[in-house]
């Protein structure tokens, strides 16, 4: 049984720079990623954008580390490999192919899986997902031909996958099962917005609706839907939201929920086992909760952080997570904690007639979190507000009021 000092499970960006931060720290420890997928570390963040199907991006852009990285920084690759099974005890991983790697420490940072679009035929050539390289490239191939395409589920790879369908040339259809376009992380107000500048360049959007199946023998040619309609395409995207396996994790003695849960400093629940990314449910220090964060900046942060931790430190992870994206010329965006959970109080601010508009989150007197439609500029300002925690009870008013620059709210 090969045996490793440092353990990873994830080759993503948060494995891979906590291998890089761990061997920076510790030149002789020896290092070992544990990744179910083949290749090295790629941007995961280019598998939304519209000039990466089209062509616009060389295929190659997508690849974030040389092949030689891996043997230059003495990282054993256990590529194409996937773990099923965590003995805390013996402090061994098992893998699918039945080999045994032992662990000193170990880290946890497999990240998410696509969630599969659960409707009969959902499994035909022609229903793609967007999460691996495999995927990109199937799209890529897949929009040269296609005439007819299907967006499901309204989110951040929604929008981007339907401004990408429409200068692809194809007919598009966005699919929802909410009564307007990302309900609930964004309020009506923004979901209107958003859907006008979607309808404005060429997509179709079915609301309050749900798939029934798949039609077609060989390949996709339609969704029908609950009420017996179908819906004639060639191509359909399911962005349906993401999971982290965590299956494999049971009987380890390790505690879970949405996430694996992990305490400031990224620690589980237990000895000598780490976790960080998309799979880390983690206790936020900004928020004053425990929560799970999907983004690149995150992933990469908490790598780093829980490498460190791992080799000596004892540092809690403080960051406010933001996300950005663009779509027929929208800007749209969110920072920390903007979702509308019970307890919660809001401050509106903009003017949607004019094309912006933002929606403040409070949690007692203080900032956790926004959506932004229209422009971002504020964005940089809005996540010092909340990692602050400048109590801003009696300011709500110069928050609200557009014409107030919200530098000001800083000081």
Request: proline share 5%; net charge neutral.
């Amino acid at each position: 049984m090969d045996s490793y000092n440092y353990l990873i499970i994830g080759g993503g960006i948060a494995g891979t720079t906590a291998a890089e931060t761990i061997r920076g720290k510790e030149p002789e420890a020896t290092i070992a990623i544990v990744t179910d997928e083949p290749h090295r570390l790629y941007s995961k963040v280019m598998l939304s954008k519209p000039s990466f199907f089209l062509g616009q991006t060389p295929f190659d852009a997508i690849w974030l580390r040389k092949e030689e990285f891996y043997s230059e920084k003495r990282i054993t690759r256990l590529f194409g490999r996937q773990a099923v099974k965590l003995d805390s005890a013996a402090k061994t991983v098992t893998l699918a192919d039945g080999a045994t790697v032992g662990f000193g420490k170990l880290l946890l940072a497999f990240g998410t899986y696509a969630r599969p679009w659960p409707v009969p035929g959902a499994d035909l050539p022609g229903v793609h997902y967007v999460r691996t390289a495999e995927d990109g490239r199937a799209i890529i191939e897949a929009v040269k031909t296609a005439k007819k395409g299907i967006v499901i589920g309204s989110g951040f790879i929604g929008f981007e996958m339907c401004e990408m369908l429409r200068l692809a040339g194809l007919e598009v259809t966005s699919l929802i099962r909410e009564k307007y376009f990302w309900e609930p992380f964004f309020d009506e107000t923004s979901g209107r917005m958003i859907e006008g500048v979607l309808e404005k360049g060429g997509v179709r959007i079915v609301r309050n609706t749900l798939a029934h199946h798949v039609v077609g023998k060989d390949r996709v040619e339609g969704v029908a839907l609950s009420d017996g309609t179908v819906l004639p395409c060639d191509l359909v995207i399911a962005a349906v939201g993401a999971y982290p396996p965590l299956d494999w994790l049971k009987g380890s003695g390790l505690e879970t929920n949405r996430g694996v849960i992990a305490n400031e400093f990224l620690e589980t629940t237990l000895p000598d086992v780490w976790v960080a990314g998309d799979c880390a449910e983690f206790n936020d220090i900004v928020l004053g909760e425990r929560t799970c964060v999907g983004t690149w900046v995150n992933a990469q942060m908490q790598g780093r952080q829980a490498a460190l931790n791992m080799t000596g430190a004892k540092q809690p992870y403080r960051l406010v997570s933001f996300y950005t994206a663009k779509g027929f010329e929208l800007n749209v965006g969110s920072v920390g904690s903007p979702w509308p959970l019970p307890g919660r109080d809001f401050v509106l601010r903009g003017v949607p007639s004019d094309g912006w508009y933002e929606r403040f989150v409070f949690k007692g007197p203080k900032l956790v979190g926004a959506t932004i439609v229209g422009r971002t500029q504020d964005v940089g300002t809005i996540t010092r507000l909340i990692d602050k925690g400048i109590d801003l009870t009696a300011r709500k008013a110069e928050l609200a009021d557009p014409q107030v620059d919200l530098k000001t709210l800083t000081a």
